[in-house]
C-alpha cells in the first residue's frame, strides 16, 4: 500500500498490507501452486514471499512486471506534483496514466512491456497444462493483462477495480483464455481488512 498523499514509489507493506498478505496467503494455501512470480517492488516482494513460505515455493522476480515507471513524479508528494506540473496535469485527461512527459513509461510502453512478459513467461509455456502459476503484481499490471486477453490495448486508464490482495483469475478452455474472475477479496472480509 502507498501512502496517502504520495505518488507511488518502492514502498513496503504497511501493518495492514502485512496482515492482508496474510489472509491472501491462507487463503492461496488452499489450491497447489507449482510457480511463483512476482513484480521485485518491495510491496509486491514481501507479499509473494509469505504465500511462498506456506508452500516452500522458489520465488522468481521478473522486472517487467513491475508497475508503470512515473519517472520523475516516483516518490513526490502530491503537492509537489502539482507545484512542479500543474499546468501540464490540469490539461491532461484525468485519471489517465501517462509519465512519458516525466521520463517515465507511456501507456503503450506499459502496455507492451507487461503483456509481452506475461505471454512470454506465463502464459505461452504453462496455458496449456495443468499448472498453477501465481503472479504478485500491481493494480495497473493486472489491468493491463486482463485487457491484454479481452483484445484492448491498455490506454493509461485503470479499467479494472484492484483492491490490494484480490486475486484474479485467468485459466484456459480449449486452448483460449478464460477470464474466471476479477479482484476477489472474500479473504479479507472476515478480517475487516480492506484497504478502502
Partial sequence: MVPE???QKDFPLSELGKKQATALAQRMS???IDYLFSSPLIRAQQTAEI???SQSLHLKLEDRFREM???H???MSEDEVFERYGDYLRTRPYPKMEYGYVNGETP???HDRVTGAFEEIIWQPFYLSDTNVVLVAHGGV???ILLHFLGLRFDGYLSFMVDCAGISKIDARHGRPRI???NDTNHLNDLRLHSS
Avoid: M, V, W
Wanted: with cysteine; proline share 0%; aromatic share 8%.
Fill in 5 to 7: 498523499g504520495t505518488i
Fill in 108 to 110: 503503450e510502453q506499459f
Fill in 142 to 144: 493486472i489491468c493491463g
Fill in 51 to 53: 504465500i511462498g513460505k
Fill in 30 to 32: 488452499l489450491i497447489s
Fill in 180 to 182: 474466471r474472475y476479477i
Fill in 69 to 71: 515507471d512515473l519517472g
Fill in 73 to 75: 513524479l516516483a516518490g
